[in-house]
């Protein structure tokens, strides 16, 4: 090998360095690529003589050597070699494999072979080095002169090293370890030498006949003579192996503590268990669960029994996609008797296999292709720990070494269970938490509408999204046709998230359309749901239970008169948009939110010009960690103002543009409606007396109506529900007296106002009775009836469907 010249600062040079040690370097492919001026005199070969050539032809004929094993990073042992004149010369030989690195200055792999030619003999005791040894150095110790050449070994640090004095003696630190840890100890002791300063390091040492490397505390001290020159150095070290074993492992379990169940999610909770553990304990890891688990529900109870399919939740590997994994994330693959997986889910405990290509040779031959990967990444253990949390088998975690050449040691075992069992409780919270979301999530989908329904008042459209990492909420959205062909739109938020919060959601969600049934006004109807609301608190407070709260928008729009009514409980105002989609400035009241009791509610009263865009929405829409509610609101009526095409690509478009990619933080609701006015012609009006001789001409003015509007095949039934219900105003009724006809293309609503308070009632006329028999007429005529009061009297209204006849 060439030989430079070196500063200090740099990588270390000594006098006559090129000749007191022989230094070559075999390819891979056996080729002989570097040799130095010691090798020529240890061979007699020049380096134009053997540069590039096989390396076999350097052996003494018959000769030969045993082949290091493979993985094996040193190598030692006798060789003889053939000299330049032809006579044979046995040498002692040690090898350092060189592994190709990126960034390693363009070295290339192979091995770099040494031999030293010079002996500067054993320290004698009466020398000032060995006197500096047997004083300073009462453990594993090792001394080098002031060429920083190996001087003596005591037998402890032979023992780490592996090989015996008389064939190191002479060689240098970066000669006997090799590889960069070589070159960095070398370093060390050269600083040690000029400054004069010890020096301690962590290092790690493995002997030729030994598996595994050793954690050593070295300490590194110059030596000096009676005059307190420096002339050598001396390196003690302690073998703390035990130590940093039991230091590495507490640091997993506690690596374990923080980075496992940083999510409810099942899959995730079993990627960071596989994530853990490598490199550190393993180089492949699987973790397979139970295939129920991974959709939340509960897994089987009683005694497990072979075959088991089971889904791969997660894998990680040393390598970069994990190549060595035979089943895709997500993928299912069946595990027999004779798997490790089957083995441990059955047996209930950890099941290690030594030697995998014949510990699970009945495995193997049933499964090719994971034979085949077992082979060609030299598998060599394999470690199966049951993952259980309550008792129960959540599924198993597989460690797998191939890259690191120690087998698992009981130890490592525990580990392994230690970090399983903390992993296995967070995949069951991970579980149970999917399935009371899901739970959650069906009872919410259960109490929202399943469609909007087609009204001619306006074009609804709706989106609700679920919190992407908090439990499920109680927002609700609704759209409730009323009679004269008006709308009410609500949209509301419970407080809290849970099953509780959904279920309150559907009573007041079931309360509101009740009420609106009643064709309440707004600010009548937030009244009465925070009476409900106050109740329901109650009940949970005794209970034990948060207290029940909620916020409410509650909205009626008319396409007769195009007005529409807002009134709000402590809920986030509309965004209302003319036609041209210019923002509207519209102030509704914020009211005091649900559940306070005894705070007056106050209505805002809009007319609304065809096209208008309304948008009702849940605080999870505007509000987030980054900006406030008004800021949210301002972001909100510009992302409707862009926003084109049809009220579900807008709704879909400002989903987009106001939340993250990973999800809403809180859940959300979204109701966009856009009105629609009824033509005048749609419309017929006739202000009657309050004498029972009107009935007759007013069945003729319906039916000259309905004849108009093409309407005649529905004359008859008409005709009956407008005589009894004018009728009813004028026995029982004030005037003055009002009739008002109201169509489409589908509906038909009949109206007659008056203005006495008093309401209706259907009874059941008794067989002599001459009346009694009007409403209960009307009601099995028509699609539904009702009325309504308002702050002149009432109305009762009849709705018939145009399809009947």
Request: hydrophobic share 40%; net charge negative; proline share 7%.
């Amino acid at each position: 090998m060439r030989s430079r010249k070196v500063t200090e600062g740099d990588a270390p040079a000594y006098p006559f360095d090129g000749t007191v040690t022989a230094r070559a370097v075999v390819a891979d492919d056996g080729s002989v690529v570097e040799w130095n001026e010691g090798a020529r005199h240890l061979l007699g070969w020049s380096a134009t003589d053997v540069l590039g050539r096989s390396s076999g032809r350097l052996l003494a004929p018959g000769g030969s050597f045993r082949l290091p094993p493979p993985g094996s990073p040193v190598w030692s042992g006798t060789v003889p070699l053939r000299h330049q004149d032809g006579r044979t010369v046995s040498v002692w030989l040690l090898a350092h494999l060189r592994r190709s690195m990126d960034g390693d200055g363009g070295r290339g792999g192979g091995w770099l072979v040494l031999c030293p030619l010079e002996d500067p003999g054993p320290l004698s005791r009466e020398e000032p080095l060995a006197s500096a040894l047997m004083t300073q150095s009462p453990c594993a110790a090792a001394v080098f002169d002031e060429r920083l050449r190996l001087r003596g070994i005591n037998d402890l640090m032979a023992d780490a090293v592996g090989m015996p004095e008389e064939n190191l003696r002479g060689l240098h630190m970066n000669e006997i370890v090799g590889g960069r840890q070589g070159e960095k100890l070398e370093e060390q002791l050269r600083e040690v030498l000029h400054s004069g300063r010890r020096k301690d390091v962590q290092t790690f040492l493995r002997a030729a006949d030994e598996d595994g490397a050793h954690a050593w505390s070295a300490r590194i001290a110059p030596l000096t003579d009676a005059d307190g020159q420096p002339i050598g150095v001396c390196v003690t070290g302690h073998d703390i192996t035990e130590q940093y074993m039991a230091r590495k492992r507490l640091q997993l379990v506690n690596e374990a503590s923080v980075r496992i169940g940083t999510t409810l999610d099942v899959t995730r909770t079993a990627q960071e268990l596989a994530d853990v553990c490598v490199p550190t304990l393993a180089d492949f890891v699987s973790v397979d669960l139970m295939e129920s688990l991974v959709h939340g529900d509960e897994p089987a109870t009683g005694p497990l029994s072979a075959p088991f399919t089971l889904r791969r939740a997660a894998h990680q590997s040393v390598n970069p996609d994990s190549p060595e994994a035979v089943v895709e994330l997500g993928g299912l693959d069946v595990y027999p008797a004779a798997s490790p997986q089957a083995a441990s889910l059955v047996a209930g405990r950890t099941v290690l296999a030594t030697d995998p290509a014949s510990a699970l040779a009945e495995w193997l031959d049933w499964d090719p292709v994971r034979a085949s990967r077992v082979k060609e990444y030299g598998i060599h253990a394999t470690l199966s720990v049951p993952i259980r949390a309550r008792g129960t088998t959540l599924g198993v975690a597989v460690l797998t070494r191939f890259q690191r050449k120690d087998p698992f040691t009981s130890d490592d075992q525990l580990l392994a269970e230690e970090v399983t069992a903390r992993a296995g409780v967070c995949i069951d919270n991970a579980r149970r938490f999917s399935r009371e979301r899901e739970t959650a999530l069906a009872l919410q989908r259960s109490l929202l509408p399943q469609k909007l329904p087609r009204m001619p008042a306006l074009e609804a459209a709706s989106r609700y999204l679920p919190a992407a990492k908090a439990g499920v909420g109680g927002d609700w959205f609704d759209v409730i046709p009323l009679s004269g062909m008006r709308v009410a739109m609500v949209v509301g938020d419970v407080i809290g998230h849970g099953i509780e919060a959904s279920a309150t959601m559907g009573r007041l969600r079931t309360a509101v359309r009740t009420l609106a049934d009643v064709d309440l006004a707004p600010d009548e109807l937030l009244t009465h749901v925070d009476d409900l609301v106050v109740r329901l608190s109650q009940e949970a407070g005794a209970q034990g239970v948060t207290e029940v709260g909620a916020t409410c928008l509650y909205a009626v729009y008319d396409p007769v008169s195009r007005l529409c009514s807002f009134a709000r409980a402590g809920h986030p105002p509309p965004v209302v948009l003319s036609p041209d989609g210019r923002p509207l400035d519209v102030h509704v009241p914020a009211g005091p939110p649900l559940g306070l009791g005894g705070l007056p509610f106050e209505s805002t009263e809009l007319e609304l010009p065809e096209g208008t865009m309304v948008a009702l929405y849940t605080d999870g829409l505007i509000e987030s960690r980054d900006r406030d509610i008004d800021t949210g609101h301002e972001l909100l009526s510009q992302a409707l103002s862009r926003a084109t095409g049809s009220l579900d690509e807008v709704c879909q478009d400002v989903i987009g543009s106001m939340l993250p990619s990973s999800g809403a933080p809180d859940d959300v609701a979204l109701l966009l409606a856009r009105t629609r006015g009824l033509k005048p012609s749609q419309v017929a009006t006739w202000a009657l007396p309050a004498n029972p001789a009107v009935v007759a001409r007013t069945r003729q003015y319906v039916l000259d109506k309905l004849a108009a509007w093409g309407l005649t095949e529905m004359a008859f039934t008409v005709e009956l529900v407008v005589s009894e219900l004018v009728t009813n105003a004028i026995r029982h009724g004030a005037p003055p007296i009002q009739l008002r006809l109201i169509h489409d293309d589908t509906t038909l609503f009949c109206e007659v106002s008056d203005c006495s308070g008093t309401a209706p009632h259907l009874r059941r006329a008794k067989t002599f009775d001459e009346g009694g028999r009007g409403l209960l007429l009307v009601a099995q005529l028509t699609q539904r009836w009702g009325s309504r009061h308002s702050g002149n009297g009432k109305t009762i209204w009849a709705e018939l469907n145009l399809g009947d006849s």
